[in-house]
């Protein structure tokens, strides 16, 4: 297999990490025996080190080359997901999301600066589509097997299971890690980059979708559960059609970027992430959830694929620390979002969170629909 072919296997068993989370916070929360939005900190934690550690990523990749970087914090990150399968107490779990988040931090925006290095920008977003499908598909398998697994078993098998398959592509790529040449960027410093008007902007956009996408889907099993009655299995498989969704969209791009463009691709995620948020608080009926929750997929992809594909030009002689910076910003966002929106969620305010996640998503799109 060929190193990107790695880096897909690798981004996809952080993705079953991370977006695992959100199926299994009420159990999680019952197991501690606290509200699900204390149960919230834990996507907190790992959002804040996933998201502050891409400033020491992006210029390790770009000195000692993306897979000799990605190699070794997959073997911390497996350390961290044993620590999250064995806490006791809430406390315990939080720090160990924190770990764990620290060392899944290298992993896809590596790749996507691997695929700013070896990808035609022509073709690039078609790879990160196509990249976003293999993420989504591992989505689609972990939002669906924690529902069951959680059901039928514990949360904590789902952590034990990550870390024992996390072991296989990280002896496999061994062989092919070697030093990046040092670049003529590399002494750039990140406030160098971070002042660039076309890095403010997509910075700034992509803050804010990390805010009310990520901030947002953090509580879709809550709300599923409070509104809709669901257990934890039938959570699992409404939030597998979510990830199901956004493997369409992904697949899609290679034909709808193209034709649409970026910059009617980025209003149309918005458009779709306005009329599915409004929507999820009020899509009792079995039949219309589905469609709503794949929606969100579908819109989420669209837009963010936009910001991703841009981010990989913004600095090329220093794409590393580059993508690092899109990433921090990404992650902050989603921070801020599952801190804020947890105080909603345990008040019970389902609609009002739907409404300001579709309406901050909707501007987002339109935003980045106006800026080439």
């Not at 998201?51 to 911390?76: H, I, W």
């Not at 999301?97 to 996507?112: E, K, N, Q, S, V």
């Not at 410093?189 to 971070?194: Q, T």
């Not at 992904?250 to 779709?272: D, F, M």
């Amino acid at each position: 297999m060929s190193a990107l072919a790695w880096l897909f296997v690798l981004a996809s068993l952080v993705a079953l990490d991370g977006r695992a989370i959100p199926v299994m916070l009420p159990a999680i929360a019952s197991t501690f025996g606290v509200l699900p939005g204390e149960a919230g900190w834990s996507v907190t934690s790992y959002t804040l080190a996933y998201g502050g550690l891409q400033l020491a990523y992006g210029p390790l990749s770009d000195r000692y080359g993306r897979l000799t970087v990605v190699r070794a914090t997959t073997l911390l990150f497996v350390v961290g997901v044993i620590l999250s399968s064995v806490a006791t107490t809430l406390t315990e779990f939080v720090l160990a999301r924190l770990l764990t988040g620290a060392f899944a931090a290298a992993m896809i925006p590596t790749a996507f600066a691997y695929m700013g290095d070896t990808v035609p920008y022509e073709r690039r977003q078609t790879v990160i589509g196509q990249f976003g499908a293999t993420i989504a598909a591992s989505q689609v398998l972990s939002l669906t097997v924690a529902g069951i697994v959680t059901y039928a078993i514990t949360w904590r098998a789902m952590f034990v299971a990550i870390a024992v398959l996390a072991f296989v592509p990280v002896f496999l790529i061994r062989q092919q890690a070697t030093a990046a040449p040092r670049l003529a960027g590399e002494a750039l410093p990140y406030w160098r980059i971070a002042v660039r008007p076309a890095a403010r902007r997509v910075y700034a956009a992509v803050f804010a979708e990390g805010v009310f996408a990520l901030g947002g889907t953090t509580y879709l099993a809550v709300i599923a559960k409070a509104r809709y009655g669901l257990n934890d299995l039938e959570v699992g498989l409404l939030l597998g059609i979510y990830g199901l969704g956004a493997g369409v969209a992904s697949l899609s791009l290679r034909r709808l970027a193209p034709t649409l463009g970026e910059r009617w691709l980025a209003r149309a995620g918005g458009i779709v992430q306005l009329v599915a948020w409004i929507l999820v608080p009020v899509a009792a009926l079995r039949g219309v959830s589905p469609v709503v929750f794949a929606a969100l997929g579908l819109g989420y992809v669209w837009l963010h694929s936009t910001l991703q594909t841009r981010a990989t030009e913004l600095v090329p002689e220093a794409r590393g620390k580059a993508i690092a910076l899109f990433a921090l910003a990404l992650f902050m966002g989603g921070a801020a979002g599952t801190a804020i929106f947890g105080r909603v969620v345990d008040r019970d305010l389902h609609t009002a969170l739907g409404v300001i996640c579709g309406v901050g998503l909707a501007a987002v799109g339109y935003y980045v629909g106006r800026r080439a």
